[in-house]
T-cell receptor
Framework: AQSVTQLGSHVSVSEGALVLLRCNYSSSVPPYLFWYVQYPNQGLQLLLKYTTGATLVKGINGFEAEFKKSETSFHLTKPSAHMSDAAEYFCVLDASGGSYIPTFGRGTSLIVHP | DSGVTQTPKHLITATGQRVTLRCSPRSGDLSVYWYQQSLDQGLQFLIQYYNGEERAKGNILERFSAQQFPDLHSELNLSSLELGDSALYFC??????????????FGPGTRLTVL
């Protein structure tokens, strides 16, 4: 069965510090992986996705993620946090072979301190 | 503004009742997706329609049903409501069948409260 685990329901960083949000997955087929962001009182917005090809994926707002098959991970990083990055982040796995039947992680709330 | 509209914004009803949530996709988008976000279950994909046809199904209960109309708007019907159905229901749309290669645009959601 496919599953996705986000380590840490809350991550707190200082403005300007590195952001690292962890995501591990379990899939019996080649996975497709996504990161979405949800700002307060809003719907989700796609940050980036991995389908095939290059394992280092760059997204919007300076975020990037690296697909590591050996570690079954897809961690999200940003070199320097900004106050506007405070939001809920979801790691999403699709193991349906590309039809998009997603499994969502529980989410990580990113808190950015001035 | 994603261009996806959902009505109503808030809905309060009682257990055992039936409600209908409405979604209008972005102009030109053929696919509509429904999601449920609750404290207990987190975010769950419910169902996808493409150009009027059911395309993919996730964790949608039998008490729930959806359809996409010829004008491409979609409705999610929730019946025999239970307290646990209280959640935020999101609709999203994309241009084509999309799968993993397309981007979905999310609406602001409908908050359902079952008392």
């Amino acid at each position: 069965a496919q599953s996705v685990t986000q380590l840490g329901s809350h991550v707190s960083v200082s403005e300007g510090a590195l952001v690292l949000l962890r995501c591990n997955y379990s899939s019996s087929v080649p996975p497709y992986l996504f990161w979405y962001v949800q700002y307060p009182n809003q719907g989700l917005q796609l940050l980036l996705k991995y389908t095939t090809g290059a394992t280092l994926v760059k997204g919007i707002n300076g975020f990037e993620a690296e697909f590591k098959k050996s570690e079954t991970s897809f961690h999200l990083t940003k070199p320097s946090a900004h106050m506007s990055d405070a939001a809920e982040y979801f790691c999403v796995l699709d193991a349906s072979g590309g039809s998009y039947i997603p499994t969502f992680g529980r989410g990580t709330s990113l808190i950015v301190h001035p | 503004d994603s261009g996806v509209t959902q009505t109503p914004k808030h809905l309060i009803t009682a257990t055992g009742q039936r409600v209908t949530l409405r979604c209008s996709p972005r102009s030109g988008d053929l696919s509509v997706y429904w999601y449920q976000q609750s404290l207990d279950q987190g975010l769950q994909f419910l169902i996808q329609y493409y150009n009027g046809e059911e395309r993919a199904k996730g964790n949608i209960l039998e008490r729930f049903s959806a359809q996409q109309f010829p004008d491409l708007h979609s409705e999610l019907n929730l019946s025999s409501l239970e307290l646990g159905d209280s959640a935020l229901y999101f609709c999203a749309s994309s241009v084509g069948v999309a799968g993993v290669y397309g981007e979905q645009f999310f609406g602001p959601g409908t908050r359902l409260t079952v008392l």
